[in-house]
């Protein structure tokens, strides 16, 4: 499913239910050996992916322990991602040669709880999602938009060190070919002569889940601006 999002240099594993027993290695277990079952069952079948993505590109099965802010720590010259929800989980990894930053986010397809769009989205992007159906039946464009900017900030933390706050990226969607446009409303980030001010992402409704991802291709082509100088450009529209 996730696949379809994904241009080939990427490497795709999907989970549907439960981790396989040996899911984690010894270091993966000590990290979660505290946590609640539920978080224990997340973290397993998230990195149960991750590593069958790894074995894809043909690297070694290594632990996979988080970051500071939870991101998952790739194998140097790797890069990748890590989603789940209810019942699913999927990586995705790529050689860092070929894709500077990955962000894949996975969500049910359901409306979002009461209050929840008012603080992960912006007034402009509420008045902008789609209101009709698209195809046969209609989608929860808010859980949409809430998926879309969890794989704009996947892909934007480990690349930059820097956070992303849901309201610094105003992203619209394109209803009928399965694209969103994430144009960022912080100083953007140096790649080589340009500066990338903002993400190209791509959607899908299958299987009664939302999946959402980003891909920065290391010969960037998304949306940039040109450097000046040293300093990075800041785009503020709104």
Known sequence: MIDELLPETVSAVELFGEPPAGALLPEEESHVSRAVDKRKHEFAAGRWCARRAMAGLGAPPVPILPGPRGEPRWPSGLVGAVTHCEGYAAAVVARSTQVRALGVDAEPAQPLPDGVLEAVALPGERAGLPHGPSGARPLPWDRMLFSAKESVYKAWFPMTGRPLEFEDAFLS??????????????????????????????????????????????????????????????????
């Open 173 to 238: 969607f394109d209803p009928d070919d399965g694209t969103f446009t994430a144009r960022l409303l912080v100083p953007g980030w140096p790649l080589g002569d340009e500066v990338l001010t903002g993400f190209q992402g791509r959607w899908a409704v299958r299987a009664g889940l939302i999946v959402t991802s980003v891909v920065v291709p290391a010969a960037h082509g998304g949306p940039t601006s040109p450097a000046h100088g040293s300093g990075a450009a800041t785009d503020t529209a709104r």
